[in-house]
């Protein structure tokens, strides 16, 4: 079973940047498709990015294009997320998952969820 661990989160000004990464336990992920998603209280799982198996897919949510970026690195079995201009909306849980390859946008085509890595910008 893989387990997915988010790491990369902490506090950051309003404009600042951070990168995030979600490396597996106990397997490789380097052939899985993998994807991210955040979470703030109240509010439902939303969809940001996700990333094919070969790294040559990505999908990205409306919202995050231009600012997000999902890369990963196969000697390190790592996927990231770097955040750009960073702004206090994006104040969340951040957690990766596998993504089965089916509709990138939605939260059900994912498993082994990460414990989430949070997130918050001062403004």
């Known amino acids: 079973q893989v387990q997915l661990r988010e790491s990369g989160g902490g506090l950051v000004q309003a404009g600042g940047s951070l990168r995030l990464s979600c490396a597996p336990s106990?397997?490789?992920?380097?052939?899985?498709?993998m994807g991210w998603f955040r979470q703030s209280p109240g509010k439902e799982r939303e969809f940001l990015a996700a990333?094919?198996?070969?790294?040559?897919?990505?999908f990205y949510a409306d919202s995050v294009k231009g600012r997000f970026t999902i890369s990963r690195d196969y000697a390190k079995n790592t996927v990231y997320l770097q955040i750009n201009s960073l702004k206090p909306e994006d104040t969340a849980v951040y957690y990766c998952?596998?993504?089965?390859?089916?509709?990138?946008?939605?939260?059900?085509?994912?498993?082994?969820w990460g414990q989430g890595t949070q997130v918050t910008v001062s403004s």
């Open positions: 998952a596998r993504w089965s390859g089916g509709d990138a946008y939605s939260s059900r085509e994912y498993t082994n």
């Open positions: 990333i094919g198996g070969t790294g040559e897919t990505t």
């Open positions: 106990g397997r490789t992920v380097t052939r899985y498709a």
